[in-house]
């Protein structure tokens, strides 16, 4: 046990950098500045190999990961002269990229593990090698982290590290709010910088409701399966193909991921949360809960293993889940008959090369030899089950997603909207006053319900996140936000690493800035506070310039008014930039005067993004659809009149201000007061009591106007500012 013995080193100052997960390190006396490194020699006894004790099926070779890490040297470190060569021996200048077989990378349980690496820096050059390519890739993570700290320039030294764990990650709720293929690969490149590996994807599930019996109501409700194929044996299970992934999309994904280390791991959730299957075929449904199938009808079985047929050679993990979460107590027989014998099959089907995973519900508790223990368990909560007394003294193996660690999107009466700091650094119970937390730590409370350290049969960690109140409680991008400042330090524990809290805030935002392979903040590089700045009065030949010094030119098909100095919409034209969005925060100014006229479309897209649409027209709400969910106000912009609007990402919270008046939309001309409006949602169960929140929505860039299957916006706009900051209402 590595890391025990590497404890006994904290204190010396020089035994580790300061970079997350934390890495143990003996520094030397001396520095090397990594713009002296200008190639990457790929051990040409190795390139092609690859990691086959992991979890993908398709692991990249090492000279597939010295490629990303050479591109990320230019994203994270601006380092562009960087090449990637194959040769047999480290040379000067360069980052010597190996593998090294040797015993010394081992787990908390004292298992060889292939996700270690050593890491040797000296004034002239610099050795990676990993126990395999994927331990070699955890090695580049600590050089860009180190080097992105120390300005371009790392200590020279050696490091021996190695995950503690094999599973490190998080679960999201696909189910009950869809992700964009895109967002779900960024996310796995914030993962991939902080050596998490694993993406459980939970791909299928529903809203609840107070009438789960009522089954014309249940069959209208929220549900959605996210997969989605062609195959006539699933023909109608997916009525959401817009939100859903084909099989080459998932594909991309799971491929995208795994170039950085990082597997998705599918969930399709039966047989609780199975509204969705039940709406397809409502007779396999239980009378008494229409998100339940009746496993007793002869069909259920049948229909579940014709989902996993069809599905099961999309997925390029060795494990898959199959949910088998919150089912009825009163059939726990049934339930223990169905994860029996949908073991047996995804064995079986996959050729044995899968293995199943579900959720810990009922521990078999009078008859554990029933399930196998090839079985895994995810243990979340311990109403459902003891996981070293049911499960792991019964030689189960246990991933732990204890709901300590819970989240749930935007509100829950049970559990908080964001990780638990105190929880991460100091979740161990068996420390007086908290120690780090570390994944065999299941009970952050009462330290007997905890195996040791070095117990083989914790898999390791996984924090989950879930959308209890469905797709319109969130954006797409309030998940990330969720975990953004946190997950990094969980990430530390998973690993194994024993960051303070002080030591993790003083080095986190620096990191953050350097995460290469993502722009989850959206942030647009600008050389001042000022994004965009267009007066279509200087447009020409649809040119329209970017007077904020960045360059951002706007091009235009439309007329421009130049006594207005303003664009005019006609409902077909549009003004393009070529930027996408703008996360928080910022200030998007303008000045609009929408004409009255009833042959444009009733909510017509006045600004349009990647990541949402501003929507606004005559007589019509001003809106913000996002992740497929429309957010209206109860406010129009007054035709033919000139109004000054601000609209405004603060933080979590999104507002449009407004003036009207006939000014000329300069600041201090409008006849009226500003009036302030937020962008909310209603949150809740039906048939149970809603709260309102506020949304955090990005501000869309990419296109003004335009039409979208009809006549769209007709009216004036001018003054059109986009800022890095939050510019109130005056
Ligand atoms: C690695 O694999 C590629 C493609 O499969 C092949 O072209 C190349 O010759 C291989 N290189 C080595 C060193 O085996
Ligand atoms: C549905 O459940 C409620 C509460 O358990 C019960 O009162 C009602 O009779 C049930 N309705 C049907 C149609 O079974
Ligand atoms: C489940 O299905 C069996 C067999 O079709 C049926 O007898 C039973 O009533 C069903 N149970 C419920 C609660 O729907
Ligand atoms: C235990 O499993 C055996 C064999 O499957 C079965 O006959 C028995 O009824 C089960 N006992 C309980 C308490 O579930
Ligand atoms: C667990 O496995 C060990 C080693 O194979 C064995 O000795 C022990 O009896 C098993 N325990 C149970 C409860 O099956
Ligand atoms: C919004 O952020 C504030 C602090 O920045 C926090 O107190 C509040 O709980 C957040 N609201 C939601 C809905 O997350
Ligand atoms: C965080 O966790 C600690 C320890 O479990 C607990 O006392 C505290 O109430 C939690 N904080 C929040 C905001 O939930
Ligand atoms: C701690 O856990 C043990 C084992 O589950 C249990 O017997 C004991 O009652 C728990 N202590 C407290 C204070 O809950
Ligand atoms: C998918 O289509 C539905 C039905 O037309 C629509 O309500 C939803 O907004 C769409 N989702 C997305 C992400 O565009
Ligand atoms: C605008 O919103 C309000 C409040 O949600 C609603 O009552 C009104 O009908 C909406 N107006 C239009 C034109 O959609
Ligand atoms: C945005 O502003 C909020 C306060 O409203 C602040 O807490 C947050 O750190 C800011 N975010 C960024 C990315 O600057
Ligand atoms: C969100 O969806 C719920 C149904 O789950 C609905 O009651 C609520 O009005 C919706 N909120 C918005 C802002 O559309």
């Given at each position: 046990?590595?890391?025990?013995s590497?404890?006994?080193?904290?204190g010396?100052?020089s035994?580790?950098?300061?970079?997350?997960?934390?890495?143990?390190?003996?520094?030397?006396?001396?520095t090397?500045?990594?713009?002296?490194?200008t190639s990457?020699?790929?051990?040409?006894?190795?390139?092609n190999?690859t990691?086959?004790?992991?979890?993908?099926?398709?692991?990249?070779?090492?000279?597939?990961?010295?490629e990303?890490?050479?591109s990320?040297?230019?994203s994270?470190?601006?380092?562009?002269t960087?090449s990637?060569?194959?040769?047999?021996?480290?040379?000067a200048?360069?980052?010597?990229?190996?593998?090294?077989?040797s015993?010394?990378?081992?787990?908390?349980?004292?298992?060889?593990?292939?996700?270690g690496?050593?890491?040797?820096?000296?004034?002239?050059?610099?050795?990676?090698?990993?126990a395999?390519?994927?331990?070699?890739w955890?090695?580049?993570?600590?050089?860009?982290?180190?080097?992105?700290?120390?300005?371009?320039t790392?200590k020279?030294?050696?490091?021996?590290?190695?995950?503690?764990?094999?599973?490190?990650?998080?679960?999201?709720?696909?189910?009950?709010?869809?992700?964009?293929?895109e967002?779900?690969?960024?996310?796995?490149?914030?993962?991939s910088?902080?050596k998490q590996?694993?993406?459980?994807?939970?791909l299928?599930?529903?809203l609840?409701s107070?009438?789960?019996?009522?089954?014309?109501?249940?069959?209208?409700?929220?549900?959605?399966?996210?997969?989605?194929?062609d195959?006539?044996?699933?023909?109608?299970?997916?009525?959401?193909k817009?939100?859903?992934?084909?099989r080459?999309v998932?594909d991309?994904?799971?491929?995208?991921?795994?170039?950085?280390?990082?597997t998705?791991?599918?969930?399709?959730e039966?047989?609780?949360h199975?509204?969705?299957?039940?709406?397809?075929?409502?007779?396999?449904?239980?009378?008494t809960?229409?998100t339940?199938?009746?496993?007793?009808?002869?069909?259920?079985?049948?229909?579940?293993?014709t989902?996993?047929?069809?599905?099961?050679?999309w997925?390029?993990?060795?494990?898959?889940?199959?949910?088998?979460?919150e089912?009825?107590?009163?059939?726990?027989?049934?339930?223990?008959s169905?994860?029996?014998?949908?073991d047996?099959?995804i064995?079986?089907?996959?050729?044995?090369?899968?293995?199943?995973r579900?959720?810990?519900?009922?521990?078999?508790k009078?008859?554990?030899t029933?399930i196998s223990?090839?079985?895994?368990?995810?243990?979340w909560e311990?109403?459902?089950?003891?996981p070293?007394?049911?499960?792991?003294?019964?030689?189960?193996?246990v991933?732990?997603s204890?709901?300590?660690f819970?989240?749930?999107?935007?509100?829950?009466?049970?559990?908080?909207?964001?990780?638990?700091?105190?929880?991460?650094?100091?979740?161990d119970?068996?420390?007086?006053?908290?120690?780090?937390?570390?994944?065999?730590?299941?009970?952050?409370?009462?330290?007997?319900?905890?195996?040791?350290?070095?117990?083989?049969?914790?898999?390791?960690h996984?924090?989950?996140?879930?959308?209890d109140?469905?797709?319109?409680?969130?954006t797409v991008?309030e998940?990330?936000y969720?975990?953004?400042d946190?997950?990094?330090?969980?990430?530390?524990?998973?690993?194994?690493?024993?960051?303070?809290?002080?030591?993790?805030?003083?080095?986190?935002?620096?990191?953050h800035?350097?995460i290469?392979g993502?722009?989850?903040?959206?942030s647009i590089?600008?050389?001042?506070?000022t994004?965009?700045?267009?007066?279509?009065?200087?447009?020409?030949?649809?040119?329209v310039p970017?007077?904020?010094?960045?360059?951002?030119?706007?091009?235009t098909?439309?007329?421009?008014?130049?006594?207005?100095?303003?664009?005019?919409?006609?409902g077909?034209?549009?003004?393009?930039?070529?930027?996408?969005?703008?996360?928080r925060?910022?200030?998007?100014?303008?000045?609009?005067k929408?004409?009255?006229?009833?042959?444009?479309?009733?909510?017509?897209?006045?600004f349009?993004?990647?990541?949402?649409?501003l929507?606004?027209?005559?007589?019509?709400?001003?809106?913000?659809?996002?992740?497929?969910?429309?957010f209206?106000?109860?406010y129009?912009?007054?035709?033919?009149?000139?109004?000054?609007?601000?609209?405004?990402?603060?933080?979590?919270?999104?507002?449009?201000?407004?003036r009207?008046?006939?000014?000329?939309?300069?600041?201090?001309?409008?006849?009226?007061e500003?009036?302030?409006?937020?962008?909310?949602t209603?949150?809740?169960?039906?048939?149970?009591?809603?709260?309102?929140?506020?949304?955090?929505?990005?501000?869309p860039?990419?296109?003004?106007?335009?039409?979208?299957?009809?006549?769209g916006?007709?009216?004036?706009?001018?003054?059109?500012e986009?800022?890095?900051?939050?510019?109130?209402s005056?």
């Amino acid at each position: 046990m590595r890391r025990t013995s590497f404890l006994q080193f904290i204190g010396i100052a020089s035994a580790r950098l300061l970079t997350v997960p934390s890495t143990p390190f003996e520094a030397t006396d001396g520095t090397i500045s990594l713009t002296t490194i200008t190639s990457i020699i790929v051990d040409s006894r190795h390139s092609n190999t690859t990691d086959t004790t992991g979890q993908t099926l398709i692991p990249p070779t090492l000279l597939q990961f010295a490629e990303t890490f050479a591109s990320d040297l230019q994203s994270s470190l601006d380092q562009s002269t960087v090449s990637v060569i194959e040769g047999t021996s480290s040379a000067a200048g360069s980052i010597f990229l190996t593998l090294d077989d040797s015993t010394a990378y081992l787990d908390a349980a004292g298992r060889h593990t292939a996700e270690g690496y050593s890491l040797s820096v000296t004034s002239s050059g610099i050795t990676i090698a990993g126990a395999s390519p994927l331990g070699a890739w955890w090695g580049t993570r600590s050089l860009i982290q180190a080097a992105v700290l120390g300005d371009g320039t790392i200590k020279t030294g050696s490091a021996t590290d190695a995950p503690g764990w094999a599973t490190r990650g998080v679960m999201l709720d696909g189910g009950r709010h869809y992700y964009p293929p895109e967002f779900v690969i960024e996310i796995c490149s914030y993962l991939s910088f902080f050596k998490q590996n694993t993406f459980q994807l939970h791909l299928s599930d529903n809203l609840l409701s107070a009438y789960l019996n009522n089954s014309e109501y249940e069959l209208g409700l929220y549900a959605a399966f996210r997969l989605d194929s062609d195959d006539e044996a699933v023909a109608g299970l997916n009525r959401w193909k817009n939100e859903s992934y084909t099989r080459s999309v998932f594909d991309n994904m799971q491929e995208k991921c795994a170039q950085r280390g990082v597997t998705i791991l599918p969930e399709i959730e039966t047989p609780g949360h199975s509204l969705v299957i039940t709406q397809w075929k409502p007779e396999l449904a239980l009378s008494t809960d229409y998100t339940m199938l009746n496993i007793s009808n002869p069909d259920t079985i049948p229909t579940v293993k014709t989902i996993w047929r069809t599905f099961l050679p999309w997925f390029y993990s060795k494990t898959v889940h199959i949910g088998a979460d919150e089912y009825d107590s009163k059939l726990a027989d049934d339930y223990n008959s169905f994860v029996r014998e949908m073991d047996s099959f995804i064995q079986a089907e996959s050729g044995f090369t899968k293995k199943m995973r579900i959720w810990g519900t009922f521990p078999p508790k009078d008859n554990y030899t029933n399930i196998s223990t090839d079985v895994s368990i995810q243990h979340w909560e311990f109403f459902e089950d003891n996981p070293l007394f049911d499960y792991i003294l019964n030689n189960y193996t246990v991933l732990n997603s204890d709901d300590a660690f819970y989240i749930v999107g935007k509100y829950s009466a049970s559990y908080p909207q964001t990780p638990n700091a105190t929880r991460i650094f100091h979740g161990d119970p068996s420390v007086p006053g908290g120690g780090p937390y570390a994944p065999n730590i299941f009970d952050i409370n009462n330290a007997t319900n905890n195996p040791p350290r070095g117990e083989p049969l914790v898999l390791g960690h996984l924090a989950a996140q879930w959308n209890d109140y469905g797709p319109n409680a969130t954006t797409v991008t309030e998940a990330y936000y969720a975990w953004r400042d946190l997950l990094p330090a969980l990430a530390d524990k998973q690993w194994g690493g024993d960051l303070s809290q002080d030591e993790y805030l003083s080095i986190f935002e620096t990191l953050h800035a350097a995460i290469p392979g993502q722009n989850l903040d959206r942030s647009i590089e600008s050389c001042s506070s000022t994004i965009i700045k267009y007066d279509f009065g200087k447009a020409k030949d649809g040119k329209v310039p970017d007077l904020s010094g960045n360059g951002y030119d706007g091009h235009t098909d439309c007329a421009i008014d130049g006594a207005a100095a303003a664009i005019v919409l006609d409902g077909t034209c549009a003004l393009h930039t070529p930027l996408g969005s703008k996360g928080r925060n910022y200030t998007l100014s303008f000045t609009v005067k929408p004409s009255d006229t009833d042959s444009a479309t009733a909510l017509p897209p006045l600004f349009t993004g990647p990541d949402s649409v501003l929507l606004a027209g005559a007589d019509a709400n001003v809106t913000l659809l996002s992740g497929g969910n429309l957010f209206a106000l109860n406010y129009s912009f007054p035709v033919d009149t000139w109004t000054e609007a601000k609209l405004v990402g603060q933080g979590n919270q999104t507002f449009l201000h407004v003036r009207e008046g006939e000014g000329d939309g300069q600041s201090g001309t409008g006849t009226e007061e500003w009036v302030s409006h937020e962008f909310l949602t209603t949150i809740g169960i039906l048939g149970q009591s809603f709260v309102w929140k506020g949304i955090a929505v990005e501000a869309p860039l990419t296109k003004v106007g335009g039409e979208t299957g009809g006549k769209g916006f007709v009216g004036l706009l001018k003054g059109l500012e986009v800022l890095d900051e939050v510019v109130g209402s005056s």
